[in-house]
């Protein structure tokens, strides 16, 4: 069993950046990697970055690249997703998920775990 909980979501406008945060608790020493999806109003789920637990080796989604940067704390068991030039298009639901194994990559269905969610939204 794994709980994950998102904060530091919020209403920014455009150009702005937010830093949201994802405590991990429980049976932690069984995931091997973590990432942060989206979800807009009426859209499907997309993936965003995912970070593997034990190396730190990093995946972005093009949308993102170069914008977004995920880190990671163990010593917190906590993951980060610093957002930076943010514009409406990033307006979604983002949630943290968490994988038994590694390669897990941009499939949703790949992650066991996940939180409930934090709402981003940047107005123009």
């Known amino acids: 069993q794994v709980q994950l909980v998102e904060s530091g979501g919020g209403l920014v406008q455009a150009g702005d950046s937010l830093r949201l945060s994802c405590a991990a608790s429980?049976?932690?020493?069984?995931?091997?990697?973590m990432a942060w999806f989206r979800q807009a109003s009426g859209k499907e789920r997309q993936f965003v970055a995912n970070?593997?637990?034990?190396?730190?080796?990093?995946f972005y989604a093009d949308s993102v690249q170069g914008r977004f940067t995920i880190s990671r704390d163990n010593a917190r068991n906590t993951v980060y997703l610093q957002m930076n030039s943010l514009t409406p298009e990033d307006t979604a639901v983002y949630y943290c998920?968490?994988?038994?194994?590694?390669?897990?990559?941009?499939?949703?269905?790949?992650?066991?775990?996940w939180g409930q969610g934090t709402q981003v939204t940047v107005s123009s």
């Open positions: 998920a968490a994988a038994r194994f590694l390669g897990s990559g941009w499939n949703s269905q790949n992650y066991a775990y």
């Open positions: 970070i593997n637990w034990s190396d730190s080796g990093t």
């Open positions: 429980g049976r932690t020493f069984s995931v091997y990697t």
